[in-house]
């Protein structure tokens, strides 16, 4: 384990990682990882570290969501990370572009697995045909990207709908909403890339099942009919991302895993 690369990959989703950890100085930190007497320490010594930082003895709830999350990573994770080593599927732009989105996916996972400490899920199998829905995933750049797009969107309205269950814990609430605003920064360039609109518009889009936009026709936002003052369709559907029930997205998922 190397702890400094798990650090700085911590840094990349929460940038204030180190005044959580301010208990233990970057100094001590690093001096640590750097004592081959630690070397067998060290991990216990990290998760110890970021389990102050995020929360000591996590709420069951809290787990129960953060495990859900990191199912979810684990997917996305592995998706990119099949796709950067699959020869000619990204080249350009795109390979730019999935890059990034893998290193950062990856990160996701890092520092969910670092905060869950033992109760971290193992990471599942996967299908990404979906038991033959999509046959040729990283045969197909346009199967990859509409798979890209499903997946970062469905990512965007799952932490969506977990937040309600973190609001008593700051750091966590903070952490996942962080994570969350990065998943729609990947869903919108994804779908610049696919040729769509950055923002969702109504419960389609060509090729992605309909499941993964259900409910996003609503154009009712805290009691407002937000037609009532003229405002399109479209546009009001636009305006808004619906959050995702856990339920809704494991139905959503089921078919990806192995």
């Given at each position: 384990?190397?702890?400094?690369?798990?650090?700085?990959?911590?840094?990349?989703?929460?940038?204030?990682?180190?005044?959580?950890?301010?208990?233990?100085?970057?100094?001590?930190?690093?001096?640590?990882?750097?004592?081959?007497?630690?070397a067998v320490a060290a991990p216990t010594v990290l998760a110890s570290a970021l389990n102050k930082a995020y929360g000591?003895?996590?709420?069951?709830?809290?787990?129960?969501?953060?495990?859900?999350?990191?199912?979810?990573?684990?997917?996305?994770?592995?998706?990119?990370?099949?796709?950067?080593?699959?020869?000619?599927?990204?080249?350009?732009?795109?390979r730019v572009v999935f890059g990034q989105i893998q290193k950062h996916e990856n990160a996701h996972v890092k520092l969910l697995q670092s905060v869950l400490g033992g109760q971290a899920v193992r990471k599942p199998g996967f299908d990404f045909t979906a038991k033959g829905a999509f046959p040729n995933p990283f045969t197909n750049y346009q199967v990859f990207l509409t798979l890209a797009q499903a997946f970062e969107d469905t990512g965007v309205r799952a932490y969506k709908g977990q937040a309600p269950r973190l609001i008593n814990n700051d750091p966590i609430l903070t952490a996942a909403l962080q994570i969350h605003s990065v998943e729609a920064r990947h869903a919108a360039r994804v779908r610049d890339l696919r040729g769509q609109k950055g923002w969702i518009t109504g419960y389609r889009s060509p090729g992605v099942p309909d499941a993964i936009y259900s409910g996003?026709?609503?154009?009712?936002?805290?009691?407002?009919?937000?037609?009532?003052?003229?405002?399109?369709?479209?546009?009001?559907?636009?305006?808004?991302?619906?959050?995702?029930?856990?339920?809704?997205?494991?139905?959503?998922?089921?078919?990806?895993?192995?």
């Amino acid at each position: 384990m190397n702890l400094q690369n798990i650090i700085s990959e911590l840094e990349k989703v929460d940038g204030e990682v180190y005044d959580r950890l301010k208990h233990v100085s970057r100094r001590h930190m690093f001096n640590m990882i750097g004592r081959k007497a630690a070397a067998v320490a060290a991990p216990t010594v990290l998760a110890s570290a970021l389990n102050k930082a995020y929360g000591q003895a996590l709420d069951p709830t809290v787990v129960d969501v953060l495990n859900f999350a990191l199912t979810l990573e684990y997917l996305e994770a592995e998706f990119y990370n099949v796709a950067m080593d699959t020869p000619n599927l990204l080249t350009g732009t795109s390979r730019v572009v999935f890059g990034q989105i893998q290193k950062h996916e990856n990160a996701h996972v890092k520092l969910l697995q670092s905060v869950l400490g033992g109760q971290a899920v193992r990471k599942p199998g996967f299908d990404f045909t979906a038991k033959g829905a999509f046959p040729n995933p990283f045969t197909n750049y346009q199967v990859f990207l509409t798979l890209a797009q499903a997946f970062e969107d469905t990512g965007v309205r799952a932490y969506k709908g977990q937040a309600p269950r973190l609001i008593n814990n700051d750091p966590i609430l903070t952490a996942a909403l962080q994570i969350h605003s990065v998943e729609a920064r990947h869903a919108a360039r994804v779908r610049d890339l696919r040729g769509q609109k950055g923002w969702i518009t109504g419960y389609r889009s060509p090729g992605v099942p309909d499941a993964i936009y259900s409910g996003e026709d609503n154009t009712n936002q805290a009691g407002i009919d937000i037609r009532v003052n003229g405002v399109p369709f479209e546009n009001a559907t636009e305006a808004w991302d619906e959050p995702l029930s856990k339920e809704d997205v494991l139905r959503i998922v089921a078919p990806f895993l192995a």
